[in-house]
């Protein structure tokens, strides 16, 4: 054979054979962080399954505030979010009775692991929810929450499983996506509030609801690009008090904004912001995040 050839020949293979021992790496070393197992403190919820005032609150939280359906739909028997691609195959199972994960949750305190912990009854953890955001929940709230998930009639449909891409993985092992892995970011020794703030527009209660906006506009409402979104997605913008922010907004606009998805100057707010979910705040709660976050300092878009 032409020495040049063999030479060449050699070097494609080892690039090639390179190349697959660090997809391996990425593989071997994402897999076993995300097999680890997490225990939790064990919790005493109060179950309040079959109680209707209870489910009804559930039913409203988990549309608006904490908008589950988002990932697991509207009729809560699961969606696909990032169908495939380098990020991966992403997607809330099935809730109700017709699918195969709720069976292990009969237990309000197995429920309260999952949604505060991203941890399984075994032990195991979950990719993709955002439970960081869902740690602060009440007591009462995620009781609420449970509930209103076990009432659900079954609706049989089954989900592509949640697998976890090579692009998604390498920046999983970077940092810089951390719902690839919620439990290991948690404080799980945290300490937990029984009961949410009063429902009132106080600034108490729309930091308590506005949890559920940090997850995409980041703690301190710099916006920027959403922590392991799929890289097409719209920046979150920028909901700080300031010149960068939404400053110049007045409560009205800020109302039609969540309700109807439109900005004052009339351009649409794109995907991924929920307007399906926050549509459904009632008046009491935009007015509430309104002035939470009136209080936060003007900052310049997150990077
Ligand atoms: C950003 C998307 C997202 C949101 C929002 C979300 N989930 Fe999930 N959820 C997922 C994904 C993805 C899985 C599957 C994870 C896996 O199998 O690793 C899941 C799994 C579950 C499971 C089954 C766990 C198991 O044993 O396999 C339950 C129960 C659940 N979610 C409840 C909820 C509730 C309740 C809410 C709202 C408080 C919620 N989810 C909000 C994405 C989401
Ligand atoms: C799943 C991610 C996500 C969540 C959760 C979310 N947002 Fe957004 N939001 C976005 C994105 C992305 C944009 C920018 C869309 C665009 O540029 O068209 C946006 C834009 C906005 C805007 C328009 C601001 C402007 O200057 O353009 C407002 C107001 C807003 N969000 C408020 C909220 C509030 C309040 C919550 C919580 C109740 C919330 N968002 C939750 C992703 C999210």
Redesign the pocket.
């Known amino acids: 054979m032409n020495k040049a050839i063999k030479y060449v020949g050699i070097g494609v293979g080892g690039l090639v054979g390179l190349l697959l021992l660090t997809v391996g790496g990425v593989y071997a070393a994402s897999s076993s962080r995300m097999s680890k197992t997490f225990d939790v403190p064990n919790e005493q919820l109060e179950s309040l399954v079959g109680n209707p005032e209870a489910i009804a609150a559930g039913e409203h939280n988990?549309a608006s505030f904490?908008?589950?359906v988002?990932?697991?739909g509207e009729d809560l028997a699961g969606k696909l979010?990032i169908p495939g691609g380098p990020i991966g195959t992403?997607?809330?199972?099935n809730?109700t009775s017709g699918g195969t994960?709720?069976g292990?949750?009969a237990d309000v305190n197995d429920?309260e692991n999952?949604?505060r912990h991203c941890v399984?009854p075994d032990g195991t953890t979950?990719?993709?929810?955002?439970c960081a955001e869902?740690n602060p929940l009440s007591d009462l709230e995620i009781s609420q929450?449970h509930a209103y998930?076990l009432s659900k009639h079954a609706v049989t449909k089954e989900n592509p499983?949640?697998t976890a891409g090579p692009l998604g993985r390498i920046l999983y092992l970077a940092g810089k996506m951390p719902?690839m892995n919620s439990a290991e970011v948690i404080d799980h020794s945290k300490a937990h509030i029984a009961t949410p703030p009063p429902t009132a527009a106080t600034k108490e209660f729309g930091a308590h609801m506005a949890l559920g906006c940090s997850g995409c506009h980041r703690p301190n409402y710099e916006g920027g690009p959403i922590p392991g979104g799929d890289p097409s997605w719209a920046p979150a913008a920028n909901l700080s008090n300031g010149p960068d922010g939404i400053g110049s907004w007045t409560e009205a606009d800020f109302t039609k904004a969540l309700r109807e998805g439109v900005r004052p100057d009339g351009t649409a707010i794109r995907e991924p912001m929920p307007i399906a979910a926050t549509k459904r705040m009632t008046d009491e709660e935009i007015s509430a995040v309104w002035l939470f976050l009136r209080d936060q300092p003007a900052v310049s878009d997150g990077k």
């Open positions: 988990v904490t908008k589950c988002d990932c697991h979010v992403i997607g809330g199972p809730l994960v709720i292990k949750y429920f999952l949604v399984r979950i990719r993709f929810m955002p869902y929450i998930v499983p949640v719902m």
